[in-house]
T-cell receptor, first 112, second 113 residues
Framework: GQQVMQIPQYQHVQEGEDFTTYCNSS?????IQWYKQRPGGHPVFLIQ?????EVKKQKRLTFQFGEAKKNSSLHITATQTTDVGTYFC????????????FGKGTRLHILP | NAGVTQTPKFQVLKTGQSMTLQCAQD?????MYWYRQDPGMGLRLIYY???????DKGEVPNGYNVSRLNKREFSLRLESAAPSQTSVYFC????????????FGPGTRLTVT
């Protein structure tokens, strides 16, 4: 079945350093979404990517969707303490079942 | 607009007890979902309802049942709770199964002893 792998599982960075999390699917995706979950909170939608090679920016966050629509990345420039949390990718299958599968997430911890 | 609401927020059950987790959304969304979240396992889909009147199994449906009561409400039932069902349960909704982001409720933290 479809799998969505996300790496790394954990990342500790100094405040001000950059951070990247990667998402890889075993199958071609129709789109990919990114969510952020603060400690003790619930996942909150960040962005959706649909087109092959698409790049979108939200302030210090840059999201990319691979040319083959099988991988994606989220890059945060100059991390701040407010970036702490777990970042999940969620890929929607191009198969008939059209299911969305979440990656296991990358937990980001910021060292002051 | 309350978005997605879930009750209860916390629950402790003994093995073998039953309970129903309630979820409601006020965004007129067609699709609703139940996930469980365990440490290191991410979000795993239990059941979903693509539209009112339909429900389908997700990745981990065993031990659970669901009811799409109407367009607003989607409940999750544990008939005979087991310690392996200790988890945080999230309900979510989206405009449609193939479109739009998912909006999550605040979660229910369930412990089965």
């Amino acid at each position: 079945g479809q799998q969505v792998m996300q790496i790394p599982q954990y990342q500790h960075v100094q405040e001000g350093e950059d951070f990247t999390t990667y998402c890889n699917s075993s199958t071609t995706l129709s789109n990919i979404q990114w969510y952020k979950q603060r400690p003790g909170g619930h996942p909150v939608f960040l962005i959706q990517l649909v087109k092959s090679g698409e790049v979108k920016k939200q302030k210090r966050l840059t999201f990319q969707f691979g040319e083959a629509k099988k991988n994606s990345s989220l890059h945060i420039t100059a991390t701040q303490t407010t970036d702490v949390g777990t970042y999940f990718c969620a890929g929607r299958s191009m198969n008939r079942d059209d299911k969305i599968i979440f990656g296991k997430g990358t937990r980001l911890h910021i060292l002051p | 607009n309350a978005g997605v609401t879930q009750t209860p927020k916390f629950q402790v059950l003994k093995t073998g007890q039953s309970m129903t987790l309630q979820c409601a959304q006020d965004m007129n969304h067609n699709s609703m979902y139940w996930y469980r979240q365990d440490p290191g396992m991410g979000l795993r889909l239990i059941y979903y309802s693509a539209s009112e009147g339909t429900t389908d199994k997700g990745e981990v449906p065993n031990g659970y049942n669901v009811s799409r009561l109407n367009k607003r409400e989607f409940s999750l039932r544990l008939e005979s709770a087991a310690p392996s069902q200790t988890s945080v349960y999230f309900c979510a909704s989206s405009e449609g199964q193939s479109r739009g982001e998912q909006y999550f409720g605040p979660g229910t933290r369930l412990t089965v002893t």
